[in-house]
């Protein structure tokens, strides 16, 4: 059985149609073409584009679009850098990565106000026990033991003694 590539060009030939008249009527570039019909599908950067461009062509040539399909994904599981689709992150996924998934899928809509509410409630809360708290204190709990300190030192530092007792 042909290949898929052996098959396009034989019936693009058939129909007497060149390679600039099947871009121009596909809207594919005459390199992909060419590379089709080669069976080069390495030029392709993921097995989505050359199923794409096989199927327009093989509807434009008038074949059995499935069949030829059907073909082409046989051809594509042989290489192994076609039988799946690439990844759209190169290299592993970090942190950062992960964490900005799950924030696009956030509604902010509906987060950002809830955000809000649950802050004023938390600011609410802690403010009442601050309140509650620094009224049950003593205020006068905090202070040490206290001296007398008079305004003005007195005339004397020390009181004078009683007249000693005679015997």
Not at 7 to 12: D, H, V
Not at 134 to 157: M, R, T, V
């Amino acid at each position: 059985m042909p290949t898929v590539a052996e098959q396009l060009r034989a019936a693009r030939e058939a129909q007497g149609l060149t390679v600039y008249q099947v871009a121009e009527i596909t809207k594919i570039r005459t390199d992909h073409i060419r590379a089709l019909e080669e069976g080069n599908h390495q030029v392709f950067a993921a097995p989505v584009y050359v199923r794409g461009f096989v199927r327009t062509y093989a509807a434009l040539l008038k074949l059995e679009v499935n069949s030829v399909v059907a073909a082409l994904d046989a051809e594509l599981s042989l290489d192994e850098r076609l039988r799946k689709p690439p990844s759209l992150m190169p290299g592993e996924r970090g942190f950062l990565d992960v964490l900005m998934l799950q924030l696009s899928k956030v509604n902010w809509r509906v987060a950002l106000p809830s955000l809000g509410v649950a802050l004023i409630l938390l600011a609410s809360y802690l403010g009442y026990r601050a309140w509650r708290s620094g009224h049950a204190k003593d205020p006068l709990s905090n202070l040490g033991p206290g001296l007398h300190q008079p305004a003005q030192p007195a005339s004397g530092d020390t009181l004078p003694l009683p007249p000693a007792s005679r015997k």
